[in-house]
């Protein structure tokens, strides 16, 4: 089952703030689709990941369920995108590979920094000797 719509919500949130603030500085700092698709692409993959390892990280349970769907919650918050003019409506559907790549690098990298085993692990307190 879904863990808590709110949370879904804010992470989601973060990941579409994250690769906003990124596409922004990477449009300040010249790069454009048009002059350098590889950067873009690049740093618009790494944002995302970074924001799915956020989102990953902040839950203790169900992480794969959970990030799935922040994956599909940030997916239709893009469709702002193409209200906005700023992509098209095929773009946006072939953007869900992106999302797919950006959260299957996320999902590992959260792996790595916390492991799901470590943080629904109880406590063993250590023998007690006498």
Request: net charge positive.
């Amino acid at each position: 089952m879904i863990s808590n719509i709110k949370s879904v919500i804010r992470d989601a949130s973060i990941v579409y703030g994250l690769t906003f603030a990124f596409a922004l500085g990477s449009a300040i700092a010249g790069f454009t689709m048009q002059n350098s698709p590889s950067t873009t692409y690049l740093t618009n993959l790494v944002s995302g990941a970074a924001g799915f390892a956020m989102a990953g990280i902040r839950i203790s349970t169900n992480r794969a369920e959970h990030v799935a769907w922040v994956a599909v919650t940030f997916w239709t918050f893009n469709l702002t995108n193409i209200v906005l003019g700023f992509q098209t409506y095929a773009a946006w559907i072939h953007s869900g590979i992106t999302i797919i790549l950006m959260v299957v690098l996320g999902g590992i990298l959260a792996s790595i920094l916390y492991p799901l085993s470590k943080s629904t692990r109880p406590y063993c307190r250590p023998p007690q000797t006498e």
